[in-house]
């Protein structure tokens, strides 16, 4: 009762801040925000405010860190690790409204943006100046910056362009006291004699502040594209020619295979593109640069296809084909949609050299759960996404889903690999992290925690396994039970 | 381990030594590396100097896989020279040991958008002053699982925890390449050329601008690609071909200072209109800068002038007594960075 009545008067408070109309606590209106593209892990927050400056969002979270209540940055939602998930006690700080874009500078490349501006939209904000913003996560169309430096995002591009790290110049944070904090600037991330604290910020999953501006690189537009798509009678071959394209220097700007069962659902969808249906793997090369060294790097990928035995070779040789050789790929998570109510999206990464051993793993492990698996990644990184598509009402289904994602994860790490290429931990990869770490890694980490977020109420719960969870070692078990009884009882 | 008593000095030859040092002992450490950047730190009084450099294996080398793993006290020549045969390279400037170069990260990227430590370094294995050990990152070219405390000894110069393993990544190096330099420029004429060089979108693999004491400037640099395209944007952007001509450092005098700040190639007109006399510049593509004074009124003159340009810097050359001075740092970096320090290093034993 007296915890109810705390948080009223919390409520009217971020009303007082912000609005009624900005300030979100009914059952119905907070459904939204149940959960991101993680739909395994649901809970529904206490309330979601939807600040518009750096000042509400500072005087939300002063207001929050006051009350000792937990807060959560959120963004577009699309996070695919549950890292923007809520507990049932904390409050969403929404930051979809905070989407201008405050500066562009054409001869200095860079531009400053709110945390809520769309990826996609940035690019087009300035594309009239033959600028693009490089990482390209599949979701750009939606996802936001913010959440992409809080996630440290990735995409096909990053192969050659890097991840969102590489592309942030500076931030100015609200950190989870209100404090103020501007990392790095214009000029660069780091000045001489400084920590990266940039860095190590960036990729932290809203566990460390709030960014409110972000100042990112603008890269400027190559002269032409060449994009081929080759298909393949087997994996191997794909993956093989994968090896001898960065074996023989080429460094494309993606490399992207998509295997037999995601070309059957792309080409069953919307998203059909008229990949072959019969192929066993389709391999994705897009090359960027001068028209003339362009030529050359298509007739050498040509004869890297031709030498693995390509069934088939296309080539975009115009805008609108292009588009048509990359829809079955940047549809291909909808595509999935088709084959059953939930999907699974996992992510990990091997060293590219393993591909080979590490798809056959996956597919043995999908034969011994039973569940339907599909493969479609970005082969330039060795950054797998298997997929599994299953029935999230069947408790049984959704069991064998998660233990098969957890062997998938070990079999990663076994290889040389990790857990999470881009998607991050969130809740999803909380009982995976000691595939990776050991109890000292993961008490400095705790350590560089504490030291931007003291009282852990800046997204509590998540990237860190519990120090309770000790005894669990590894154990997809925990796993499971959290996702039949997603909201344990205290 | 060796000991080389009169330095002061430790040198311990595997981590597990390393370890066992820094648990037997509890006085002040500096941390060396091959000792070729000490004279651009604090001096470190009477601490335990503990060279590094005995940690020198290269671990791996995955030529295929375009990632290796090194000792922090594998000279980086060395490592140069393994990945030469395999047409490979660590695609950022500086010399050094690896850790050294690593931790200090004296000179950034070489343009504006290339590869830099803080982007090389995918992951890491460490020490707490206390010994303990600890990893952070993966040796795969991405990984986003757990905190990325290892971006924490990019810039760190020691101060925080020993990185004695880093995972880093390697690019292919370009199938033909060349080297340029065009002297004698007017700093107009010098920036007009940088800011050509820097819209290109792609080609310029170093980008550098030197002005000397008599205000004449350089730019320097290199290309990469197919040998027709270096040809060409040789030939269009006017290009001097010449030998490598670049430096790390600014060439300085036995009584000068050194500057060290982030700088865009745009503010240069006005930072040179508010520094008194005539400073030598040496500016690197990723935007570090180096600023050589005459002198300590100079370089106190030019500190307190910064902040209303909306930029710092700090004294990398000097005095050892002038070390380290800077503009003001903004209040919460200053708390986080003391708070960083404080919760890695309790007793504050790496100086």
Redesign the interface.
């Known amino acids: 009762m007296l915890r109810d009545l705390a948080m009223a008067t919390i409520e009217s408070q971020l009303v007082g801040a912000l609005g009624a109309a900005r300030v979100l606590t009914s059952a119905d209106a907070l459904l939204a925000w149940e959960c991101d593209g993680f739909t395994v892990h649901r809970s529904r927050p206490r309330a979601v405010v939807l600040p518009e400056s750096t000042a509400e969002v500072r005087a939300v979270v002063r207001l929050l860190a006051d009350a000792g209540v937990p807060f959560v940055p959120r963004g577009a939602g699309t996070c695919l690790s549950g890292g923007p998930t809520a507990g049932p006690d904390a409050v969403v700080i929404d930051l979809a409204r905070m989407r201008t874009v405050l500066h562009v500078s054409t001869?200095?490349?860079y531009a400053v943006v709110q945390p809520g501006v769309v990826n996609l939209d940035l690019t087009h904000a300035v594309h009239r100046h033959g600028l693009h913003y490089a990482p390209d996560p599949s979701s750009q169309s939606v996802c936001t910056i913010g959440g992409n430096l809080a996630?440290?995002s990735?995409g096909p591009h990053?192969f050659k362009y890097?991840?969102t790290?590489?592309h942030v110049l500076g931030a100015l944070v609200v950190?989870p006291d209100g404090?103020?904090?501007?990392?790095g600037?214009?000029?660069?991330?780091?000045?001489?004699?400084?920590?990266?604290?940039l860095?190590?910020f960036?990729?932290?999953e809203g566990t460390f502040g709030i960014a409110t501006e972000i100042t990112v690189?603008l890269?400027?537009?190559?002269?032409g594209v060449r994009t081929l798509l080759g298909s393949f009678a087997s994996m191997p071959a794909a993956c093989r020619t994968v090896?001898d394209i960065?074996?023989a220097?080429?460094?494309p700007a993606a490399l992207e295979i998509l295997d037999q069962a995601t070309i059957r659902a792309v080409e069953a969808s919307v998203y059909r593109a008229g990949y072959p249906e019969d192929a066993a793997a389709v391999l994705l090369v897009e090359l960027d640069?001068?028209h003339?060294?362009l030529a050359?790097e298509a007739a050498e990928v040509r004869s890297f296809f031709a030498r693995h035995g390509a069934l088939r070779v296309e080539e975009a040789t115009d805008p609108a084909e292009r588009k048509r050789l990359w829809k079955g790929r940047k549809g291909a998570f909808g595509a999935m949609g088709r084959l059953n109510t939930d999907l699974y999206v996992l992510d990990g990464?091997?060293?590219?050299?393993r591909l080979e051993e590490a798809l056959a793993g996956i597919a043995a492990i999908g034969s011994k759960h039973g569940v339907v698996m599909t493969n479609v990644f970005?082969a330039g990184?060795?950054?797998l996404h298997p997929n599994i598509s299953y029935d999230g009402r069947d408790a049984q289904q959704t069991a064998r889903t998660i233990a098969a994602g957890h062997e998938i994860l070990q079999l990663c790490v076994d290889l040389?690999?990790?857990?999470?290429?881009?998607?991050?931990?969130g809740t999803e990869?909380l009982d995976h992290?000691r595939m990776?770490?050991?109890e000292?890694?993961?008490?400095?980490?705790q350590?560089?925690?504490?030291?931007?977020n003291k009282r852990g109420l800046c997204n509590p719960g998540k990237?860190?396994p519990s120090r309770g969870a000790c005894a669990e070692v590894a154990k997809w078990p925990q796993m499971v039970a959290r996702v039949l009884d997603p909201e344990p009882r205290r | 381990m060796s000991t080389t008593p009169e330095l002061g000095a430790a040198a311990p030859r595997s981590r597990a030594e390393l370890q066992d040092l820094l648990r037997a002992t509890t006085g002040p450490i500096r941390l060396v590396g091959g000792g070729s950047r000490q004279h651009r730190l604090p001096d470190p009084a009477d601490a335990l100097r503990v060279r590094l450099d005995g940690l020198a294996s290269l671990d791996r080398l995955d030529g295929p896989d375009q990632t290796c793993s090194v000792d922090c006290g594998l000279p980086r020549s060395e490592l140069d020279a393994a990945l030469a045969p395999l047409g490979l390279e660590l695609p950022c400037p500086g010399q050094g040991t690896l850790g050294g170069l690593f931790a200090a990260d004296p000179i950034g990227a070489a343009t504006s958008d290339g590869p830099s430590p803080r982007t090389l370094l995918l992951g890491a294995e460490a020490v707490l002053a206390d010994g303990t050990p600890f990893r952070s990152g993966a040796r795969v070219v991405k990984s986003v699982a757990g905190f990325d405390v290892h971006k924490l000894v990019v810039g760190s110069v020691g101060r925080l925890f020993v990185v004695t393993r880093l995972h880093l990544r390697l690019k292919p190096r370009p199938r033909a390449e060349q080297w340029f330099e065009n002297g004698g420029l007017a700093l107009s004429e010098a920036l007009a050329l940088v800011q050509r060089l820097r819209q290109l979108a792609t080609g310029v693999l170093a980008l550098q601008l030197e002005r000397d004491s008599d205000g004449r400037c350089s730019v320097r640099g290199r290309i990469g690609g197919r040998a027709a395209f270096v040809r060409e944007l040789v030939r269009a952007q006017g290009l001097a071909a010449s030998a490598c001509t670049w430096r790390d450092q600014a060439i300085t005098g036995p009584h000068d200072e050194v500057l060290a700040m982030q700088v865009l190639p745009s503010q240069l007109p006005a930072l040179l209109a508010a520094v008194p006399a005539t400073p030598t510049l040496l500016w690197h593509g990723g935007n570090r800068c180096e600023l050589v004074l005459a002198g300590s009124n100079h370089s106190d003159a030019v500190l307190a002038v910064l902040p209303s340009l909306s930029l710092g810097a700090r004294i990398v050359g000097g005095p050892p007594e002038r070390r380290g001075r800077s503009t003001p740092a903004d209040a919460a970096t200053t708390r986080l960075t003391r708070d960083l320090a404080s919760t890695l290093d309790p007793n504050g034993r790496f100086v």
Do not use: W
Request: proline residues 6%; contains cysteine; glycine residues 16%.
């Open positions: 001869e200095d490349l996630e440290n990735g990053c890097g991840m790290v590489d950190l404090e103020l904090l501007r990392l600037g214009p000029a660069g991330p780091r000045g001489p004699g400084e920590l990266d604290l860095g190590v960036c990729g932290s690189r890269c400027r537009d190559q002269d090896s960065v074996a220097g080429l460094v640069g001068p003339d060294v050359e990464v091997v060293p590219r050299t970005h990184d060795g950054n040389g690999g990790s857990i999470s290429g881009e998607h991050g931990i990869k992290v990776m770490y050991d000292d890694d993961l008490a400095v980490m350590r560089v925690r504490t030291a931007f990237v860190l």
